[in-house]
């Protein structure tokens, strides 16, 4: 064996610089798991039904075209099939944007903190990832990621609602801002969490798409819809990002129980959004409760709600742990709790209110 062949295959080198992606710890059986903004009902039985007839010809590859669900989601948006895309999660959608408009050399902004998987896919596809510090209000500083932008700038995350603040743009700062943005920069529009939104003055993605050929929208069954384990994602992107979404996407990435259960969610909508709207009305009292307790929360419009602890976040974390809810700390900043059971956000309110105390 040559001395080369025996120090095994060459990666790229750039792999070195990738962060690791970290999700929420699982929870033991006798914790509850708030750390991953997933819906804690459990799967509606029709919804349930569809995933498990599905999987009676699972020893089929999956229709690649995703038809059914295209169809539905294109009569659902208003919006012609062909720019629709699916993809395994929205995350794996997110990842073929940025394969098809960046490479090495070239630039994705976002704000930071957000998503964390924005800088990951970015170098993976060996572009350099710009990220723009939120404002001290825990804003999108739209005007700095303007001011962000360089000729190698291919595409910009605007995440509407903010993962992990939960801090929505308006619609005229947004419409001032996509506005500024040259059109040859794909702007996509995460909105995996636009169900939980309240604030009518937050726009709809979708509109802000339509009459916008470099702005492409990202929606998710992940979170309201239930189907986080299921991996499907979507976006709303005009033809040309459609087609280079589709070509770029792993082949049958998306599967038939997926596919199958999406289209029944779809369907059982109405049902869905009474549970939304409970997590909802759940988020407003842990808000109301924290704020009285006397810690500064801003106005969460996604099933989660955003802590600045600075130093001390990961000791709230591991407080919160010892007490039986598992939260997702980003240490030296702060911790993001999902809205989950009513019996787990009241431990979550109980240790807040006793860490509250030896600030
Ligand atoms: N976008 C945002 C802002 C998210 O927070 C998440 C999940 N944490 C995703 C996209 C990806 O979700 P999924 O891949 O499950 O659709």
Request: hydrophobic share 45%.
């Amino acid at each position: 064996m040559s001395g080369t062949a025996a120090q095994g295959p060459r990666l790229r080198p750039s792999l070195d610089g990738i962060p690791t992606y970290r999700p929420g710890k699982p929870a033991g059986a006798d914790a509850f798991k708030l750390s991953s903004n997933e819906n804690p009902y459990e799967p509606l039985p029709g919804v349930l039904e569809a995933a498990v007839v599905a999987a009676g010809s699972f020893n089929r590859y999956p229709d690649m075209a995703v038809g059914e669900l295209t169809a539905e989601l294109a009569r659902r948006f208003d919006v012609p099939a062909e720019h629709i895309a699916t993809g395994p999660g929205s995350v794996g959608v997110a990842q073929s944007l940025v394969s098809s408009t960046a490479g090495p050399g070239d630039e994705v902004i976002f704000a930071w903190r957000s998503f964390e998987a924005y800088p990951i896919i970015t170098q993976v596809a060996g572009a350099t990832p710009v990220p723009v510090p939120l404002t001290a209000g825990e804003e999108h500083d739209l005007d700095a990621m303007l001011a962000a932008i360089t000729p190698r700038t291919r595409l910009i995350f605007v995440c509407n609602p903010n993962n992990p603040t939960g801090v929505a743009i308006r619609r005229d700062e947004l419409v001032r801002f996509l506005d500024a943005v040259p059109g040859d920069i794909l702007v996509v529009v995460d909105e995996a969490y636009r169900e939980f939104l309240r604030d009518e003055q937050v726009p709809d993605g979708v509109e802000l798409y339509r009459d916008r050929p470099n702005v492409c929208v990202l929606r998710t069954f992940s979170k309201a819809y239930g189907l986080a384990g299921l991996r499907i994602g979507f976006a709303i992107a005009h033809e040309p990002v459609a087609t280079a979404l589709r070509k770029t996407a792993v082949p049958f990435g998306v599967s038939q129980l997926a596919q199958d259960a999406a289209v029944a969610s779809l369907r059982a909508e109405d049902a869905l959004m009474v549970r939304v709207e409970a997590l909802v009305v759940e988020r407003a009292r842990l808000r109301e409760a924290l704020l009285a307790q006397g810690w500064t929360v801003v106005d969460s419009q996604a099933n989660f709600v955003w802590l600045r602890l600075g130093e001390r976040t990961t000791e709230f974390a591991e407080a919160c742990t010892a007490a039986g809810v598992i939260v997702r700390p980003f240490p030296g900043e702060g911790v993001r709790v999902s809205i989950g059971e009513v019996a787990g956000n009241d431990i979550f309110l109980a240790t807040a209110e006793a860490f509250r105390k030896t600030l």
